[in-house]
Nanobody
Framework: QVHVVESGGGSVQAGGSLTLSCVVS????????VGWFRQAPEKEREGVAS????????YYADSVKGRFTISRDNAKNTVYLQMHGLEPEDTAMYYC??????????????????WGQGTQVTVSS
C-alpha cells in the first residue's frame, strides 16, 4: 500500500509564496508519477502539476505555468510544489497523489489511485 501525506499549506497575501511537500511512503516500485491537484469550493478538482519520480520530467497546467515548480528529492521520498506569485484564484485544498509504474505522467485525477488528505492554501487579496 502506498501512503501519501501532504503538508505546507497556509494563508498568504496575493503575490506571496508557499511550498507544499508530499511524502510518498516506500519507494519500492521502479517508477512513480506524483501529481498535485487542487479543488476550490463548488469547483471540480483541477490537475496542477505532475512529475515522474525517476526521470524528473515535469508537467504543468497552463494556469500555473511560470509560477509553480514541481520537484522531487528521492532521498527523502518527497515531492515539492513551489508556488510563487500566488493569486486569490489559487485558493483551494491542494492534494497530492501517486501512481506506480505509469505509462504516462499527467495530472489527470482518474490515473491516480493513492491520495493524501489535502492541505489548505488560502490567498487573500
Amino acid at each position: 500500500q502506498v501512503h501519501v501525506v501532504e503538508s505546507g499549506g497556509g494563508s498568504v497575501q496575493a503575490g506571496g509564496s508557499l511550498t507544499l511537500s508530499c511524502v510518498v511512503s516506500e519507494y519500492i516500485y521502479s517508477e512513480y508519477c506524483v501529481g498535485w491537484f487542487r479543488q476550490a469550493p463548488e469547483k471540480e478538482r483541477e490537475g496542477v502539476a505532475s512529475i515522474f519520480i525517476s526521470k524528473g520530467t515535469p508537467y504543468y497546467a497552463d494556469s500555473v505555468k511560470g509560477r509553480f515548480t514541481i520537484s522531487r528529492d528521492n532521498a527523502k521520498n518527497t515531492v515539492y510544489l513551489q508556488m510563487h506569485g500566488l493569486e486569490p484564484e489559487d485558493t483551494a485544498m491542494y492534494y497530492c497523489a501517486a501512481e506506480v509504474t505509469p505509462a504516462v505522467c499527467l495530472p489527470n485525477a482518474a490515473r491516480f489511485r493513492y491520495w493524501g488528505q489535502g492541505t489548505q492554501v488560502t490567498v487573500s487579496s
